[in-house]
């Protein structure tokens, strides 16, 4: 149980365009979800948290209308990378917490999907 | 703000050598502390952790110990293992619900046979 997918899993797209990841957990409901950003060789900084039916809170120095994120429902998050650019590829992490402190109120991962904009 | 340090890799050590894996932290009030597993591919897995001073969480063999007195939770295991090569994550949270975790960068294993 306790299982986090996401989609895709690599994305190679041109400068300019968008590109949407999934996040859901798929055996529970995750009233929270956290998104990371994870350069090579470096740690997982916390983009914003979002939380089921409301706007997503943004960390210091992340751009809310380049990285807009969704979460309509207790299973999914979604994070739309807008406008591409080179400078936005990286590994974007998602992860989801169980509501109301279920599932000992751990955070599960999902596997990462590899952006590459050229 | 909370942060956590952690030792710098690259660690890399023949198998069945004891393992130590710093891990320091700065935060206010009392966080939960974690160590995540990344191995080659895949996501972060939870390892293990301890939720309050003097707490020892373990699993696989490894075991950390929350100590208070030193801000610290160090990762330790007896006798690796190849299959143990991946990047280790020290974290904390606060004890909110709904709070991000906070992580070190991450210390690469490399066991050899």
């Known amino acids: 149980g306790a299982v986090v997918s996401q989609h895709p899993s690599w994305v190679i797209c041109k400068s300019g365009t968008s590109v949407k990841i999934e996040c859901r957990s798929l055996?529970?409901?995750?009233?929270?979800m956290f998104w990371y950003r994870q350069f090579p060789k470096q740690s997982l900084m916390l983009m914003a948290t979002?939380?089921?039916?409301?706007?997503?809170?943004?960390e210091q120095g992340v751009e809310k209308d380049k990285f807009l994120i969704n979460h309509a429902s207790l299973t999914l998050s979604t994070l739309t990378v807008t406008s591409a650019h080179p400078e936005d590829s990286s590994f974007y992490i998602c992860?989801?917490?169980?509501?109301?402190?279920?599932?000992?109120?751990?955070?599960?991962f999902g596997p990462g999907t590899r952006l590459t904009v050229l | 703000g909370d942060s956590v340090t952690q030792m710098e890799g690259p660690v890399t050590l023949s198998e069945e050598a004891f393992l130590t894996i710093n891990c320091t932290y700065t935060a206010t009030g009392y966080p939960s502390l974690f160590w995540y597993v990344q191995y080659p591919g895949e996501g972060l897995q939870l390892l293990l952790k301890a939720t309050k001073a003097d707490d020892k969480g373990s699993n696989k063999g490894f075991e950390a110990t929350y100590r208070k007195e030193t801000t610290s939770f160090h990762l330790e295991k007896g006798s690796v293992q190849v299959s143990d090569s991946a990047v280790y994550f020290c974290?904390?949270?606060?004890?909110?619900?709904?709070?991000?975790?906070?992580f070190g960068k991450g210390t690469t294993l490399s066991v050899s046979s």
């Open positions: 992860s989801a917490r169980s509501a109301a402190g279920g599932l000992n109120n751990e955070q599960f």
């Open positions: 979002s939380n089921e039916g409301s706007k997503a809170t943004y």
């Open positions: 974290a904390l949270s606060g004890r909110q619900a709904g709070t991000a975790l906070i």
């Open positions: 055996d529970f409901q995750a009233t929270t």
